[in-house]
């Protein structure tokens, strides 16, 4: 279990922006996560801003729930339980999370009831990591259920002690390839867009 303070930043990109970013760092290779997500039936979830995530890599999985800090923008809390692939795949069938489970117990302190849920999206994200000064750089291509596909740049902080020299290298980042700041809807919204059962 896990309970990280997690600060990011994070900007849409075009193909090519996102092969020239590529060629610049350190990036190490690329490895495939599939995001499944879930919700209440009554959304409440979605309602308090929150996000419910089940993770399967190549040999493992997590459960994720991340709630938004109150005390800035770009900062969420997330709670994570390790899983094995083998109840990921289970639990994902059954449209369940794992119970008892540290994910459980702060949805149960929230007032909300994990039980029933449903899945509201999925995805499948190759993703590449490259270890800058300002932080962890991550580029993502997401390929969507019904064959959409997008492109995506974060900047993930672990505390908020350079807080103002990672955006200053965000924003130059984006400068130097002439990348506009283009609003970003999470991953949450574009997979529930995106959704095909």
């Not at 060629?23 to 996000?51: A, C, S, V, W």
């Not at 849920?117 to 190759?126: P, V, Y």
């Amino acid at each position: 279990m896990t309970n990280n303070l997690e600060i990011e930043f994070k900007n849409l990109l075009t193909n090519t922006e996102f092969q020239n970013i590529l060629q610049q760092y350190p990036f190490e290779p690329p490895f495939i996560q599939t995001n499944i997500y879930f919700d209440t039936p009554t959304q409440t979830l979605k309602q308090r801003h929150m996000g419910l995530r089940m993770r399967l890599f190549a040999t493992s999985a997590e459960q994720t729930l991340k709630i938004p800090a109150q005390q800035a923008d770009h900062q969420l809390i997330e709670i994570t339980d390790r899983l094995t692939l083998q109840q990921a795949q289970q639990l994902s069938q059954a449209s369940k999370i794992l119970m008892p489970s540290t994910v459980s117990q702060k949805l149960t302190a929230l007032n909300i009831n994990a039980v029933p849920l449903i899945i509201i999206g999925h995805a499948k994200t190759t993703r590449q990591l490259a270890q800058v000064p300002a932080g962890l750089l991550t580029l993502d291509q997401t390929d969507y259920p019904d064959g959409a596909q997008d492109y995506e740049i974060e900047l993930e902080l672990q505390s908020d002690h350079h807080l103002q020299e990672s955006t200053q290298f965000f924003q130059e980042l984006l400068q130097q390839f002439q990348i506009p700041n283009r609003h970003v809807v999470n991953k949450v919204v574009r997979s529930t867009q995106h959704f095909v059962l």
